[in-house]
């Protein structure tokens, strides 16, 4: 048990088509980060929220776009699925005032 | 900007041979260091991390790094390797202020024969 829930696990989805993911924070932690691992490469990551706020923000277009909410759960959605999206989407959970974090299976989309 | 470098892309190994993955940040400041793992199939997991203090750090399943602060890198080893250490193997460095995110290496393969 990861501790920190996805869901879905897989998706399948059409190119120019929006997705939205989810994520459920292990117990006590109240930062999610969100990280994309295409296919033999290592997780990139997207963005992180803190107290319902974008804190940071990797290289990614603004087609990707995030909420978290005041349980601390958090969705990760996309616009305009393109065919390099494919991907496993990681979630991960930190304390804020901590230094670890806690990673959840990903779900794994897929746009055709 | 934060990089880490994985020099490994795939390492095929046999039983109770000896197992060093080479990793090299780059980073200006203060950094924190982590070793993860992916099994086939199963989401990433902790194998060490290294905050502060002694530069070697021992991990779960008997693996250790060692961080060299001079060469910025962080390495990993495991004396003997069995056919169960079959799996990806990624580096990440974070700045050592809290909640900043983790930047990792595109990851190394390592494959066990038995």
């Known amino acids: 048990d990861a501790g920190v829930t996805q869901s879905p696990t897989h998706l399948i989805k059409t190119r120019g088509q929006q997705v939205t993911l989810r994520c459920s924070p292990k117990?006590?932690?109240?930062?999610v980060s969100w990280y994309q691992q295409a296919l033999g490469q290592g997780p990139q990551f997207i963005f992180q929220y803190y107290e319902e706020e974008e804190r940071q923000r990797g290289n990614f277009p603004d087609r990707f776009s995030g909420h978290q909410f005041p349980n601390y759960s958090s969705e990760l959605n996309v616009n305009a699925l393109l065919l390099g999206d494919s991907a496993l989407y990681l979630c991960?959970?930190?304390?804020?005032?901590?230094?670890?974090?806690?990673f959840g299976s990903g779900t794994r989309l897929t746009v055709v | 900007a934060q990089s880490v470098s994985q020099h490994n892309h795939h390492v095929i190994l046999s039983e109770a041979a000896s197992l060093e993955l080479g990793c090299n940040y780059s980073y200006g400041g203060t950094v924190n260091l982590f070793w993860y793992v992916q099994y086939p199939g199963q989401h990433l997991q902790l194998l060490l991390k290294?905050?502060?203090?002694?530069?070697l750090v021992k991990g779960i399943k008997g693996f250790e790094a060692e961080f060299i602060k001079s060469k910025f890198s962080f390495n990993l080893r495991k004396p003997s390797v069995q056919w169960s250490d079959t799996a990806e193997y990624f580096c990440a460095v974070s700045s050592n202020q809290a909640g900043t995110a983790l930047i990792f290496g595109k990851g190394t393969t390592l494959s066990v024969s038995s």
């Open positions: 991960a959970s930190s304390p804020l005032q901590g230094r670890g974090y806690t």
């Open positions: 290294y905050f502060s203090g002694d530069p």
């Open positions: 117990s006590g932690h109240d930062t």
